[in-house]
């Protein structure tokens, strides 16, 4: 098995109107993914970013574009093929976008 991580790509704006119905959906995503045995965690990701370079810390982070990673999920599965399938599930759960890459643990 294989973990991938899938990033949900927030825009800047609240994209949707009835968050509630969004939060049951993924909700609903979440419930079946850990009785496949595919969901390992979840996490969202609060706004105050910051970057550090070198030891210089700065407001951020300083992307040019509309959107920001605003939470992610780890899944394990087998195939890649797999976690796209999660990943097209959950992106029509939050209604954004979702990113998936394999994860490489450094040990």
Known sequence: MTQYLLSIYQPDHDPVDDVGQV???????????????????????????????????????????????????VIDVGTYDEALDWAKRLSDAATLPVEVRSLDWAR
Do not use: N
Request: charged fraction near 25%.
């Open 23 to 73: 939060a049951r959906d993924v909700d609903a995503v979440e419930a079946a993914g850990k009785a496949a045995g595919a969901w390992v965690f979840a996490g969202g990701l609060g706004s105050g970013a910051r970057v550090v370079r070198k030891g210089l810390v700065t407001d951020g982070p300083y992307v040019e574009g509309k959107e920001h990673v605003g939470g992610f999920v």
